[in-house]
């Protein structure tokens, strides 16, 4: 378990974005797997469940989401590489459970393929989940690392840097991928290191005689002790800020304009970069791979050099707030955005440019 | 979802202080024969529960097994949300604190990640039944080998008192002012008979803990549980009557009687579910050594050469060292019989020996004669029909079984040694069951045949008595 299947050392496969990413847990050292069908991610846990047992690792489909958030809280605290996975309704039912394991600080790999919200919704591509998962998203003050992936292959690659992540900083880490990367196949490689796995001193695997018993809680019924722990994980959290923030920029080199987007819409907004260039227009992306950390201390730097950002998003605008508060006033923070599982084409996303610039020039 | 009343809380945690400030009393270790202390499992601090409440009773209980067993460094414990919420300050072994009705979840979650540890989940009837019936139900469906300990009081003690899907019908609480109206709120939930159906659910038991005699059992229970748990054969499920004086507004006496009056009318106490026979066996054949000496002795016609001899054959047919000696000397005249059987996986020594790991007694003038023959430790079964002067011994198990009654109901005295034989299979598992029919088949004439079902449906029956009886062991306490 520890080395990498030898087989697939450097092996290139055409797949959708859910295998691979099953596929990279099996190859970091997935211990177990709990799951719940969902479209559109149920290949995840239908490919495990092929996959897994012959390896002797753990999968199983539970009753609920709610059901399996809670064997994730149990098998990281046994001190085990856990993974689950669902889609927006299903990642709202284990909040729950991702609250109590953010406190109870245990490491774990949560993907969330969005599809259109809220309520029941429809299947398609969205990112309404956003505020859900970089806010907090159950009770109480906490934070996920939370990566966004754009692509197939960094479905697979960001399942080994969520897993050592999560075990570096004893910290859940949310996948936040979409509809659309999910379900679409790309070619992935797989070439990983060894599975960097870390000892957990702190996991109930029963207790020796010569050591202290492990308790895996979430509960400091003292206001003073809770208050202790608060600032203990707000502590954990700034360090992650520091140390973790990710991001790619495309053309922001002497940019002038700046589309702001993740996952699926930066796929989207790169071809409009394109498309702008080639029109002259100096337009540039950055795009957040950490949404949290959040790359605001690039974003405020990129403002002091360009006119305009133009955020683009699944959503009614919810990572917009968050690149106004980097950009502090310093430039006007626009937002385009298509719902509901509808998505923007590149020409759509380059006529927003377009016409934001011209209103900009006639005031 | 019900929240931890913090204020009531913090007092508790300053009268803990408080007692905790008092110096202890001291007691000269010599004065005194020390007859029973705490088992070293459960952690000597004040717990938090109010006086007379069985939390700490079934903590001290299911502690106490832990050290027994000696399995504190393979144990896991899951805490519920509930009065039960602190489990883990009491008990000396690693635990996980659990979100409201998902502790078989996570108790899943761990055990299937480490399935030679001991795991239990410690709930209460909100948590287990309201809030987290869908995971305790699926849990045990999948047969989950892990013990769930379920406490009815039939109340929410943590936010004090409010009905829980057990609260009696007509029951007063604070949110059934009135009393449990079915009309409105149901009948409570039998949890234990809902999910004994489940194949899934191995062993299940309802006990209460407001008398000496139900805390042995209930003890028992627990022993029993944690054992299965090596089996790997499903869910053991052990509910416990537990009671609540501070919310049933009762002292802890009128708190215990109101078990007896009340709560066992509608949850009655018993076994609920019993392993099958096939698995204990595991579980003894684990502890069998490897060489069996055993004597059968009766009159004749009980069948007793012919118990040796089919055991001897069915020994054969699994390649077993085997040796059957009938005896023959003065004590045939008495109109006794009787045969030395060795089975072992080495070669066999001496076939005449004077002490033996079993003996299987028929009669009366048998048990006077090798009641003392049996080794420490040692099984003796006896037909408890003919035999009514038992043995004092205490070094040795001892198990009476009905036989000449069971064989005359199953409409043949014939098979009175084939019910003693599938009875003594239980406990000594040296061959298997399959092998004694094939053994019958061959041992037996063409023109008896026809008994051979018979004779199958007696060795079934055997080990059914015995099972029964190993269960409640606890009751000859």
Redesign the interface.
Known sequence: MENINPDNKGVTKLMKGNEALAEAAILAGC??Y?GYPITPQSEVLEYLSREMPQRGR?V?Q???E???I?????????G?R?MTSSSSPGISLMQ??IS?IAS?ELPCLIVNVNRAGPGLGAIQPAQGDYFQAVKGGGHGDYKLIVLAPNSVQEMADFVFLGFELADKYRNPVMILSDGAIGQMMEKVTFNYGKVKKIEKPWA??????DRE???????Y??PERMEEHNRKLGDKYKEVELNEVRFEEIQTEGAEYLFVAFGLSARICHKAVNLAREKGIKAGLIRPITLFPFPSKRIDELAEKSKLFLTVELNMGQMVEDVKLAVSGKTPVEFYGRQGGMVPTPEEVFNKLENLISISHVS | MSAEDTISEIQTEELQTELLSEEKPRCIEEDYELIYKKPHTLLDVSMHYCPGCAHSLVHKLIMEVVEEMDIQDKTVGVAPVGCAVFAYDYMDIDMQEAAHGRATAVATGIKRLMPDKYVFTYQGDGDLAAIGIAETIHSINRGENILIVFINNAVYGMTSGQMAPTTLVGMKTTTSPYGRNTDICGFPIKVSELIASLPGAFYVTRQAVNNHTGVRKTKKAIQNAFTYQKLKKGTCFIEIIGNCPSNWKMTPIEANKFIDDAMIKTFPLGDIKLPKGEDLKLLTQEKHKMTEELIIAGFGGQGVLSMGMTLAYAGMIENKEISWMPSYGPEMRGGTANCIAIISDKKISSPIISTFDSAIILNQPSMEKFESKVKPGGLLLYESTNILKLSNRKDIEIIGIPAVEEALKLESSKVLNMIILGAYLVRKPVVRTESIMQALTEVLPERYHHMLDINRRALEKGAELVEKKMIEASEVF
Not at chain 1, 70 to 78: E, L, S
Not at chain 1, 204 to 209: L, M
Not at chain 1, 213 to 219: A, F, G, H, K
């Open positions: 211990d177990a709990f753990v199983l539970a009753e609920s709610v059901a399996a809670n064997m994730i809280y149990g098998g990281a605290g046994a085990f856990v729950e459970g109590y109870a109930t695997v029963g207790k020796p005689k018993r492990n308790i895996i809680t979430s509960l019924i003292k």
